[in-house]
């Protein structure tokens, strides 16, 4: 009995020493040190630095509220510069969080312009530009860029000349907070949006009707290829375009869920939720269709992002994937923002890790 009354006088006492410890300043002060360190020196260039074609999720989820996951955005990194897929709203939260090195970015690819898709691109924009953007953002798109390109520069306006004004314009030079629209318009179903000889990046339309333009992208590099469809239903051009594709990052959405939510929402008296729910099920793709596609095109692995609903839990996981082992058994993931893939060049190997645990 008296052993046990020392140990617990112990561990109160380095219980008490403990919080005496954290309450002191000077020790705060250390931890807080340490921290700021560990998060400069945090800058993934092992990301930048080897010969492959990456990919990361960036945000997987659509406009529904939801924790922990941004908005529509495929990150592709290659030839030591990165390129962003749509900028939806809470990206470039993510980018920050993992010190994606901001003087790397080569541009941004918008598909369409529903807003869970550019939200985030006067952010991108004013974060890469105060990071030290060397140059111009350049935002490639269809024809619609300019217009979305010339309201988010009037709606960030005043915010760019206060920081010029506050940090100097040799530090924040108003010329580079600039973007430059790169308005490409297709010819036939597709369109060469960028070819520098290593990278080639092409644009093909997809159907997500009534919007239009729509449209997926397809990034080949050195022998490695990754494709992003955008918002689509299940599409001819995405089979078309994907073809071997090592990665093929599609949208998708559990239509057996939203039924079921669209039922629920109209049982409980609340029509505005009901007709939204029975609406949205017409342009999009189901997973069990997006592994359609996937096979269909002869894809190597596919990863579903956009996903509507996004599933909470595994068992919600399990409901959303429903069907889709029956049509693919293997190559194929549920999305999560972090999730990355590095394709190797001169190999078949395709390697996947979580930023978020570096
Ligand atoms: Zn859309
Ligand atoms: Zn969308």
New binding site residues.
Partial sequence: MTRVIKILGILVAVLLVGVLLINTPAVQDKLLDRAVTERLMNNPLDLFNDDALRVVICGSA??MPVEGRA??CVMVIAGGKFYVVDT?NRSTNNLGLWAIPSELVGGVFLT?F?S??VGDLGEFNMMTWAQGRPEPLKVFGPEGVKKVVDGFEQSYGLDSTYRTAHHGADLLDPAIGKMTPEEVPLEGDSAIVLDDGELKVTMFSVNHAPITPAVGYRFDYKGRSVVIS??TTKSDTVIKYSEDADLLVH?ALAKHIVKQMEFRAGSMGNSRIERILFDIRDY?TSPVEAAEVANAANVKELVLY?L?PTPPNKIAEKVFMRGVSDVRSAGVTLGYDGLTYSLPIDSEDIIFENLNDR
Avoid: T
């Fill in positions: 659509a406009p908005a529509a939806g369409h529903h869970d898709h955008g918002d949208e999009h956009h509507v």
